[in-house]
């Protein structure tokens, strides 16, 4: 996992984006919402295709692959939904089976196995035979994460792992997140935009604003930045360079076109 | 769901569904019972055939002993070529009559067949020389229609 | 001119939409190779669409049937033709009313079931998490719903006119009291196999393929939020419902005219 990086003009969603991601780090992408972080995602697993740039994974450039490649090199990544997007019609035990049983010709004990030993991992293993609907918003996510990391892959994304997760599972989760990473000797993409939690678990942080790339740097580095924009990400302040209100003409000429018409 | 349930249940259903179609085919439509041994073919020549149609029955004495297989306009006589399907367990003479009638006042027309008493029989591919014309409501009805006219204008000469 | 725009962009949007329609209904066939060397995948939703179906279809067969055998006596008595009931039950039924109305209970039974169940994988993001995994949701998800359906309509249609025909026989000939073997008889006589009973089953295959596809496509093409999974759901039942008809005309004028 070495040069990672495009431009990329679909709607002016991303111009022009440099980053990368080293083998066994964890890097955070963080900005507000819309800025194309689930875009740069898609573009990533190849489900959409940059308009220019370079974007290469493993060394093979994404965009350029056909369909098998694509699928032979998707074995190799594995990506978190945001909301955990488990099939719905199987139980927990055959959602965490799913990519094996695609994917290899193992016998069904060892995929039994291995199965549990995933779910082991996540402290899941006594909610196999549950569906999907009987687990909570953090369980889900949490064998979400143990379908994810089946196949052992050496790219992992995570499309907002913390979203509407209370404080508890938030940590569970992000434990999870760090502990299985270096287990696997993988490279995770985190997208998010929860800043503490992702501050204590990752090795280095894009800010992603407006399509470019406006900051990077360690989470230390970050702690301590004192760009405006970054201040302003982390802390939560409501007006800053990012500005509080949508471009819009004028206030005044707003108020008083109304009272004239 | 269980496989193996699952796979009772469709097989159940694709049992029945099949049983269904069987049921259809043998009690419903005409392929079971009805069916001719090993047939062979008869022609007839009609002037007119009124409102015979393919498959139509063939009847001896009321007995269906064969089908209507195919029907063309002779060319050179402008009659009606009708060539039947005839049960092999059947023969009939060589000078039998073909007529075309109509079952009820108003149902399906057939070919009714009245064996004579010639001794050589039919052969397969042989064409029925003796034959009646379809009865064409409308022709009888004017039929009559000028007879009683002609017959009126008679008396009124007289 | 805003008319003449309005029917240009919807011209346009309709085209497109078949013509989208059209790749879909090619990217499925081609991607049926797994609905059968994995036979499972298929049989399971033979069991949803079919199984799962046959209850509805053999009650509204037997009472289409039912209705049919009093009205058709009441219509025949006037005519003396009571003998005839069993004729005029089994060729609407095989004809028509077997293929047309099982295929419009399967269109809202099932067809609904395929395009909410596969609108709602969307808008939880299963089908671009099965592709992520490098599994094709095509092949993997709705080849076998389109197979299933396919497979399932045919039999359904043929049970319905089986119930109908039974339904049939049971006012005609035990309640009313007209000839058994008159009542089988003439039906033997006058529904022929090839021009009848196997013409309703080619349109049964038809149906089943027109409403599987509708249904497949609609949950395929839905917006991925519950409301447009709603909207599909009822746009599934509309279209295969319309396309049921149309294909029955135009089906029956090929195949009965003359």
């Not at chain 1, 790219?155 to 907002?160: N, P």
């Not at chain 2, 092999?88 to 073909?98: K, M, N, S, V």
């Not at chain 3, 669409?49 to 039912?66: A, E, K, N, Y």
């Not at chain 3, 049939?168 to 008159?182: H, R």
């Amino acid at each position: 996992m070495r040069d990672l990086r495009f431009g990329y003009g679909d709607r002016d969603v991303l111009q022009g984006v440099n980053l990368v991601v080293p083998r066994g780090k964890v890097v955070a992408i963080m900005g507000g919402s819309g800025c194309g972080k689930t875009t740069l995602m898609r573009l990533i697993g190849g489900q959409l295709k940059p308009r220019g740039g370079e974007l290469k994974v493993c060394g093979q450039s994404v965009p350029a692959l056909d369909r098998e490649g694509l699928y032979a090199l998707r074995r190799r990544m594995s990506m978190l939904f945001q909301f955990g997007a488990l099939f719905t019609d199987m139980s927990v035990f055959d959602n965490v089976a799913f990519p094996m049983r695609e994917h290899t010709a193992l016998s069904e004990p060892i995929v039994r196995d291995l199965v549990l030993m995933k779910l082991h991992a996540v402290g899941l293993r006594g909610a196999a035979q549950l569906l999907p609907s009987e687990l909570s918003g953090g369980m889900a996510r949490r064998v979400a994460l143990a379908r994810a990391i089946a196949l052992d892959p050496e790219l992992m994304m995570y499309d907002e792992p913390f979203a509407g997760l209370d404080p508890i599972s938030l940590g569970v989760i992000g434990q999870l997140i760090r502990k299985l990473n270096d287990a696997l000797g993988a490279s995770s993409i985190v997208v998010t935009h929860d800043v503490h939690e992702s501050l204590q678990i990752v090795d280095y942080i894009y800010f992603l604003s407006e399509g470019k790339v406006v900051a990077e740097g360690t989470p230390d580095e970050i702690r301590a930045s004192t760009d405006p924009w970054v201040h302003q990400f982390v802390w939560g302040e409501a007006d800053g360079p990012v500005p509080f209100q949508v471009a819009a003409e004028p206030y005044e000429t707003a108020l008083l076109g109304v009272s004239r018409a | 769901m269980k496989r193996t349930t699952i796979d009772i249940w469709v097989g159940i259903f694709v049992v029945i569904g099949f049983g269904a179609l069987l049921f259809l085919a043998m009690r419903v439509g005409n392929l079971g019972g009805s069916k001719l041994r090993d047939p062979y073919e008869l022609q007839a020549k009609f002037d007119n055939i009124g409102g015979l149609k393919v498959r139509a029955p063939v009847k001896s004495a009321g007995v269906v002993v064969g089908r209507v297989e195919k029907i063309v306009l002779d060319s050179q006589t402008y009659q009606a070529n009708v060539t039947m399907q005839m049960d092999a367990r059947y023969a009939f003479p060589q000078d039998t009559f073909a007529t075309i009638n109509t079952s009820g006042l108003l149902g399906e027309q057939y070919i009714g067949l009245e064996p004579g008493g010639d001794e050589k029989t039919l052969a397969a591919g042989e064409v029925i020389k003796k034959t009646q014309s379809a009865v064409v409501l409308e022709k009888l009805i004017s039929q009559f229609m000028f007879s009683t006219a002609e017959g009126s204008s008679v008396k009124a000469g007289n | 001119m805003s008319v003449l725009q309005g029917i240009g962009a919807r011209t346009t949007a309709a085209v497109w939409h078949l013509g989208f329609a059209t790749r879909f209904f090619v990217a499925v066939l081609l991607a049926s190779g797994t609905s059968f060397r994995r036979i499972h995948l298929t049989l399971r939703e033979v069991y949803f669409s079919g199984v799962l179906s046959l209850v509805i279809i053999m009650v509204s067969g037997l009472f289409v049937g039912m209705v049919l055998g009093l009205q058709g006596y009441d219509t025949l008595a006037r005519y003396g033709s009571e003998e005839a009931l069993g004729v005029l039950v089994a060729l609407s039924l095989v004809r028509e009313l077997g293929p047309v109305v099982a295929g419009l209970l399967f269109a809202s039974r099932a067809g609904s079931a395929i395009t909410a169940e596969i609108g709602l994988m969307k808008a939880t993001e299963q089908l671009d998490a099965m592709d992520m995994m490098a599994v094709n949701p095509i092949a993997r998800v709705v080849a076998p719903r389109f197979w299933g359906g396919v497979i399932s309509m045919p039999l359904l249609a043929a049970l319905f006119s089986a119930m109908g025909v039974l339904g049939g026989y049971i006012v005609g000939v035990v309640l009313i009291g007209t000839d058994t073997g008159s009542f089988w008889g003439q039906m033997q006589a006058s529904v022929d196999f090839k021009r009848d009973i196997l013409n309703g089953v080619v349109k049964s295959v038809v149906f089943g393929v027109a409403v599987s596809w509708v249904a497949v496509f609609e949950g395929y093409d839905s917006d991925a939020t519950a409301e447009g999974v709603s909207r599909a759901t009822t746009r599934t039942v509309v279209t295969s419902s319309l396309a049921i008809l149309g294909l029955d005309f135009i089906l029956t004028s090929l195949m009965f005219r003359g």
